[in-house]
């Protein structure tokens, strides 16, 4: 899947989180175990400790593990009943779901496994407050500026900074301790937007 690339994918480019937003993450977290939604590229300047590509497919294969830090591919899925996976595609189906409430759902459910200590899910989708009003069950800060991310071209490698639209962060806390890690979370995002815990 050649198009399937990085943190946030078009054909030509996949869109990696901007330094600010990186170095937020690092400083709440203690430090980034996992990107399961990344690439080698994306992953030199997010500096997780472990990341997936899609070669990797981390919806349907990998283990999701202690501190993660995703920012979601915005393709749609399906979930293929003859193979059981999530697949991508373009096409129609009565299982269509969007990427990043794909994402979203699997960040929470193995954050309520356990699996994943604590989880940062960086959002560029408006309609995520359609997609998956779940997320208003967790810290999350709306932020007042449209953050500068990087576009990473594949054909010649360069990388730009763009910024990008409306965002927003919601924090899934460790279980230990949920209100010091909720105002670590206020004290840290409130310079940055509206926090609604």
């Known amino acids: 899947m050649p198009s399937f690339r990085g943190n946030a994918h078009t054909d030509t480019f996949e869109w990696i989180s901007g330094a600010d937003l990186i170095n937020s993450a690092h400083m709440l977290m203690g430090g980034i175990d996992l990107d399961p939604a990344s690439s080698a590229v994306a992953n030199s300047y997010v500096n997780a400790e472990h990341f997936y590509t899609p070669e990797d497919d981390a919806l349907n294969e990998q283990d999701w593990f202690g501190n993660v830090y ?7 899925y399906f979930w293929d009943i003859k193979s059981q996976r999530w697949k991508r595609t373009r096409g129609l189906s009565h299982t269509l779901i969007s990427g990043y409430a794909l994402w979203w759902r699997t960040l929470k459910r193995k954050w309520l496994s356990g699996e994943v200590k604590q989880g940062l899910y960086f959002g560029n989708c408006p309609d ?6 779940d997320i208003f069950d967790f810290p999350i800060c709306f932020l007042k ?3 500068m991310l990087r576009r990473h071209y594949f054909e010649d490698g360069r990388v730009e900074a763009k910024n990008t639209c409306s965002s927003f962060i919601v924090y899934l806390q460790p279980s230990d301790g949920l209100d010091n890690y909720t105002q670590n979370f206020i004290d840290i995002y409130s310079e940055k937007g509206r926090i609604i815990t």
């Open 128 to 133: 995520m407050i359609r997609y998956a009003q």
């Open 70 to 76: 995703v920012f979601p591919p915005n393709y749609t």
């Open 145 to 147: 500026n449209t953050p």
